[in-house]
């Protein structure tokens, strides 16, 4: 069964471009979570998708934004990116039943913002 | 509000046991979860507790306690392979909340 698949793997952008990350969930997954990773903040959510739907979404500005497609891939868009984008972005897919959930992680993009 | 506490740091001697603590505030408590990181590794799941008690898996095991909001990541058997960062994580009211995360040295 082949994993969580995240691209591009590293992304080198500049202040005020945009940028759009995919992620396909391992088959079957309904949802699929996104978070912000930086260097002693932990994993940061940024929204949730499940069956096309948005769940709920974290305390970022509306920059960031995502969407699911009908076979659950699902991509997020920042846009007028900021110095303090520069992060790891992972997601995450999961059968998206909200007790015992097992969540699997993609390798995550690398995005650095100059 | 929503928040998980974990210590920001632990240190170990291999082959010794090892425990991390998570407390947590949050709304709409479903279970708490634990996962593994390795440096520029992607985060595996390890366990889940969603009720009060012990859940073993291998050399790990994760307690529970909902009455005092509070849970736990064992590590037995310590190995040099089991440095890494260690996260606690919750679902509160639809969000997917994580811990800071654990770093575990250990020692030779």
């Known amino acids: 069964k082949a994993g969580v698949t995240q691209t591009p793997r590293y992304l080198i952008k500049t202040r005020g471009q945009q940028v759009t990350l995919s992620c396909s969930p391992i088959s079957g997954h309904r949802s699929v979570s996104w978070y912000q990773q930086t260097p002693g903040q932990g994993l940061q959510f940024l929204f949730e998708y499940f069956s096309e739907t948005q769940r709920n979404k974290g305390n970022f500005p509306g920059r960031f934004s995502g969407r699911q497609f009908s076979n659950s891939r699902s991509e997020m868009n920042v846009s007028t990116l900021e110095l303090g984008d520069s992060a790891l972005y992972l997601c995450?897919?999961?059968?998206?039943?909200?007790?015992?959930?097992?969540?699997?992680f993609g390798s995550g993009t690398q995005l650095s913002v100059l | 509000g929503q928040s998980l506490e974990q210590p920001s740091e632990v240190t170990a001697v291999e082959g010794a046991i090892v425990q991390i603590n998570c407390t947590y505030q949050t709304s709409g408590f479903y279970g708490l979860s634990w996962y593994q990181q390795h440096d520029g590794g992607a985060p595996t799941f390890l366990s889940y507790n969603g009720l009060d008690g012990l859940e073993e898996t291998g050399r790990f095991s994760s307690f529970l306690s909902r009455s005092d909001s509070y849970g736990y990541l064992l590590l037995q058997e310590l190995q040099m392979k089991d440095s890494a960062s260690y996260f606690c994580?919750?679902?509160?009211?639809?969000?997917?909340?994580f811990g800071k995360g654990t770093r575990l040295h250990i020692l030779p």
């Open positions: 994580a919750v679902r509160s009211d639809d969000k997917i909340i």
């Open positions: 995450a897919s999961s059968l998206g039943d909200r007790g015992g959930e097992k969540l699997f």
